[in-house]
């Protein structure tokens, strides 16, 4: 299933590999204290009724990573792994150092957040480059 070029299941397919790895990381990995004091608040400032919307940043994400695949002409496992790995240096980990520098983040967040923006759209571009 095809929609100008873009794989529709190989796209659905990232999607849930980001999703997945994320919740490994941060509901297994990491415990709600330690997921807490990284980011610098209290378990009462969380918000849990805003998690359906979870789902939302991991489909954008994959949607990206399959346009920046095909610009980049990247085909195959390996070059969509790469095209997700500079993605997620220099727009997703880019774009969480807002946290840091104007909010609560930690500088051990910060680094939780760039290895999960790496395997997460390594991952997923991989699944990307190599699905066509």
């Known amino acids: ?5 873009h794989n529709l299941l190989a796209i659905m397919a990232a999607a ?3 999703y997945l790895i994320e919740f490994v990381i941060f509901a297994v990995l990491i415990s709600a204290e330690q997921y807490t004091a990284m ?3 209290a378990t009462e400032q969380l918000h849990p009724e805003r998690m359906p919307f979870g789902v939302i940043p991991p489909i954008l994400a994959a949607i990206g990573l399959s346009l920046a695949v095909k610009w ?3 085909p195959g496992l390996m070059g969509g792994a790469m095209t997700g790995v500079w993605m997620a240096i220099f727009f997703a ?3 969480s150092l807002y946290g840091f520098v104007y ?3 930690t500088e051990t967040f910060l680094a939780v957040n ?6 997460c759209y390594a991952v997923a571009g991989g699944i990307l480059g190599a699905w066509k």
């Open 114 to 119: 760039l290895g999960h923006y790496i395997v």
């Open 72 to 74: 980049r002409n990247a």
């Open 103 to 105: 909010g609560s983040n």
């Open 16 to 18: 849930i590999a980001i």
């Open 39 to 41: 980011i610098g608040v």
């Open 93 to 95: 980990f880019a774009a």
């Open 1 to 5: 299933m095809r929609l100008n070029g």
